[in-house]
């Protein structure tokens, strides 16, 4: 079982950036894969980024090249720097947590956060 709480959501103008935070209670955070998807309103959640076990990372080309996901095992603590922010890129931003293998689908992650606000302007 894994608590997570995502941080650092808010309003930004196209070109600027953002980093998301989500904190993660209970035991065992270091054999998570953890994965950040975000919803839009009137679409489906989407995949933004995941980070397995071992470091390794993917992306959809969507955030390629401007998003960042990063553990910390020691904080139990996943991070997500967005840089260079368009305004499709506003959505509600939700961290997720998986004992298995790292996925970029989110039926198979066991634990959710309550999602952050990402909201960019043009």
């Known amino acids: 079982q894994v608590q997570l709480v995502e941080s650092g959501g808010g309003l930004v103008q196209a070109g600027g950036s953002l980093r998301l935070s989500c904190a993660a209670s209970?035991?065992?955070?270091?054999?998570?894969?953890m994965g950040w998807f975000r919803q839009a309103p009137g679409k489906e959640r989407e995949f933004v980024a995941v980070?397995?076990?071992?470091?390794?990372?993917t992306y959809p080309d969507s955030v390629k090249g401007r998003f960042t996901i990063s553990r910390d095992n020691a904080r139990g603590t996943v991070y997500l720097q967005m840089n260079s922010l368009k305004p499709e890129d506003t959505a509600v931003y939700y961290c997720?947590?998986?004992?298995?293998?790292?996925?970029?689908?989110?039926?198979?992650?066991?634990?959710w956060g309550q999602g952050t606000q990402v909201t960019v302007s043009s």
């Open positions: 209970g035991r065992g955070f270091s054999t998570y894969n």
């Open positions: 980070i397995s076990r071992s470091g390794g990372s």
């Open positions: 997720a947590a998986r004992l298995g293998g790292g996925s970029i689908y989110p039926q198979v992650y066991q634990f």
